[in-house]
């Protein structure tokens, strides 16, 4: 059973670059560019993995995952905030917001997949 995973990201390079990376190890891919889509998706496909970018058009991914620890179908999934910005104190504001865990940008392609690998097993076992 491949583990699916829901990125939500407005830029296309980067959203393509994860893409990539993910569906070369077997990954399931599903792809939405605005909050609303991605939440969306989320009730749908029921990822494994959702990553967040903070900064998205319309509803931002802060808006976007406080609407998803509000809605009782998606509120378990595990969220992980994408940023660009490294700045001081936006880890506490993703955390507060409702996300499990925070990746800065720009991806290390090295170490991406492994640390989602890691992420998922974390989620697991939490939840078991
Ligand atoms: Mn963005």
């Given at each position: 059973?491949n583990?699916q995973?829901?990125?939500i990201?407005?830029?296309?390079?980067?959203?393509?670059?994860?893409t990539?990376?993910l569906?070369?190890?077997g990954?399931?891919?599903h792809?939405a560019?605005?909050?609303e889509?991605g939440?969306?998706?989320?009730?749908?496909?029921?990822p494994?993995?959702i990553?967040?970018?903070?900064?998205l058009?319309?509803m931002?991914?802060l808006a976007a995952t406080?609407?998803?620890r509000e809605?009782?179908?998606i509120?378990h999934?595990?969220?992980?905030?994408l940023?660009?910005?490294a700045?001081?104190?936006?880890?506490?504001?993703?955390?507060h917001a409702g996300?499990d865990a925070?990746?800065?940008k720009?991806?290390?392609?090295?170490?991406?997949?492994g640390?989602?690998?890691t992420?998922?097993?974390?989620?697991?076992?939490?939840?078991?």
């Open positions: 059973m583990e995973i829901l990125i990201e407005d830029n296309d390079l980067n959203r393509e670059l994860v990539d990376l569906e070369a190890r990954f399931i891919v792809q560019r605005e909050a889509e939440l969306r998706l989320a009730r749908e496909h029921m494994d993995l990553l967040m970018d903070l900064s058009p319309g931002d991914g406080r609407a998803l809605d009782i179908c509120r999934l595990t969220v992980v905030a940023t660009a910005h700045m001081k104190g936006d880890e506490q504001t993703a955390l996300c925070y990746l800065t720009s991806i290390d392609t090295r170490t991406f997949v640390k989602m690998e992420f998922i097993g974390l989620s697991k076992t939490q939840k078991v």
